[in-house]
């Protein structure tokens, strides 16, 4: 189960996760994604209320942080000390921007 | 210990999860540790789903033990569908930029790096993939 809550600004555009991100979910955010990120310069993730993260969630953040990469930024916030653990050990601590 | 029999597929997933959620909790398991179990599960169950049976519908069978003194458990996936070694797959490199980092192959990494034990065998026509995690 997951929630995605998307508040865009402008170039802005923020998403907040609530919930599972794992392969049942991460295609719901992939698609809303893909329809999302057109003009955006600057894509904030609010990771507050994630419980969960599997490779199929790194999966797309990987992916938007590549599209992010051409087009902006990209800033990770709030994200529980297990879920930072997940980015420690992938590596992804060193190529997302996490705050 | 116990067992659930699945259909190897996707949407089994959190029916796997469930089963084994219930006993985590059981046994006191701590919030990162179960994270890291559920992770492993996923990881594994999924790999199984996509790629045992690729002509044909299959089944997958998930016991899970717990230790000696319950601070620990132990998890084996056992399918009948090709032979297949993931702990064979080098691991990717995770120093690469995003730019150049290919998109996946971090699943089976991910368990590798969490769990204390992981092993894999191919016997009687069956692969069987074990992992072990105290907490």
């Known amino acids: 189960m997951l929630n995605i809550t998307k508040n865009a600004n402008g170039n802005t555009l923020k998403i907040i996760l609530e919930g599972r991100l794992d392969t049942t979910t991460a295609p719901q955010l992939e698609a809303q994604l893909q329809d999302a990120l057109g003009s955006v310069t600057d894509l904030k993730f609010d990771l507050e209320k994630l419980e969960y993260i599997s490779s199929a969630g790194l999966r797309v953040l990987l992916a938007s942080q590549k599209i992010m990469n051409k087009q902006g930024t990209m800033v990770i916030s709030n994200a529980s000390a297990e879920v930072k653990e997940i980015f420690d050990v992938t590596g992804f601590s060193d190529i997302l921007t996490i705050e | 210990m116990k067992q659930i029999k ?36 996923e990881e594994i169950f999924v790999n199984i789903a996509h790629y045992a049976y690729p002509e044909a519908e299959g089944e997958a069978v998930i016991y899970v033990e717990p230790g000696d003194g319950s601070s620990s458990v132990t998890i084996t996936f056992e399918d009948e569908g090709i032979p297949y070694d993931p702990l064979k797959n080098e691991d990717p490199d995770i120093t690469l930029s995003a730019d ?36």
């Open chain 2, 6 to 41: 699945v259909k190897a597929d996707t949407a089994e997933l959190d029916n796997v999860l469930s089963f084994a959620d219930t006993i985590l909790e059981e046994l006191g398991c701590s919030v990162k540790a179960q994270m890291q179990i559920d992770i492993a599960i």
């Open chain 2, 100 to 135: 150049d980092r290919p998109i996946g192959g971090l699943g089976i990494f991910m368990v590798k790096k969490s769990m204390d034990e992981v092993s894999y065998e191919y016997k009687d026509g069956k692969n069987r993939l074990t992992i072990k995690k105290s907490f």
